[in-house]
């Protein structure tokens, strides 16, 4: 009698990995990747304010800006916003909304 293996049936989800290495710390990236996941609001006020910028006649935005006017915003403010992911930040907004990448001054990445 054949065999099928239930395995080769079944749907592969990508599952977020951190990218650690026995022993090691996890990447900037991998921090930014899990506290988007935790705070999905803070992208979501992120937009909204610079929605509002924008809206206002602003050519240019600096997300470490929008980052003080959040944590004066919300109440109890970001535990866990670190200005480390102001570029991560940034280059989210410009990949959903490419009009507004004229606002935002990037730099290379020097890592992945």
């Known amino acids: 009698m054949p065999t099928t293996d239930a ?3 079944q749907t592969v989800l990508p599952v977020f990995r951190p ?3 026995a022993g090691s710390r996890p990447t900037l990236t991998d921090q930014f ?3 988007d996941c935790e705070h999905p609001y803070v992208y979501r006020a992120l937009e ?3 929605a509002e910028r924008i809206a206002a006649g602003a050519t240019r935005i600096g997300l470490k800006g929008l980052f ?3 944590r004066w915003r919300l109440p109890q403010g970001v535990r866990g916003l670190n200005n480390n992911y102001t570029a991560f930040y940034a280059r989210k907004l410009i990949e959903d909304h490419p009009h507004w990448a004229p ?3 990037l730099r290379r990445r020097r890592t992945p």
């Open 7 to 9: 395995t080769a049936t």
């Open 19 to 21: 990218s650690l290495r």
């Open 33 to 35: 990747l899990a506290f």
């Open 48 to 50: 909204r304010l610079t």
């Open 68 to 70: 003080e006017e959040l």
């Open 103 to 105: 606002a935002f001054e």
